[in-house]
């Protein structure tokens, strides 16, 4: 059974941090995409990073470029994502998502999503 848990997720003020973590199983985590997406109320899912099960080959929105950075601990099978200088603009509900296609964010499987809220 494929697993996408995600952690990490809260309320922070303008300017600060969270470390968002995925944690998987059930799949062959370096064969797939793995990745983060987002979505807000009235907007668009938007892909955020991803990265290859196997590293290093990242992608990141350029909304997330200089602020976000995903990496992967291939001994645990999780996939963490650094959010920094946060804006009220990042607020939304972060998804783990897995494929084994390249592509970003990927959609074969996904997480419950966790709640990230970034107060002006």
């Known amino acids: 059974e494929v697993q996408l848990v995600e952690s990490g997720g809260g309320l922070v003020q303008t300017g600060g941090s969270l470390r968002l973590s995925c944690a998987t199983s059930g799949f062959r985590f370096v064969e797939y995409v793995i990745g983060w997406f987002r979505q807000a109320p009235g907007k668009e899912r938007e892909g955020v990073a991803c990265?290859?099960?196997?590293?290093?080959?990242?992608y990141y929105s350029d909304s997330a470029k200089g602020r976000f950075t995903i990496s992967s601990d291939n001994a645990k099978n999780t996939v963490h994502l650094q959010m920094n200088s946060l804006k009220p603009e990042d607020t939304a509900i972060y998804y783990c998502a897995a494929g084994i296609e390249r592509q970003c964010p990927p959609n074969d499987y996904r997480g419950q999503g966790t709640q990230v809220t970034v107060s002006s």
């Open positions: 990265i290859t099960g196997g590293g290093p080959i990242t």
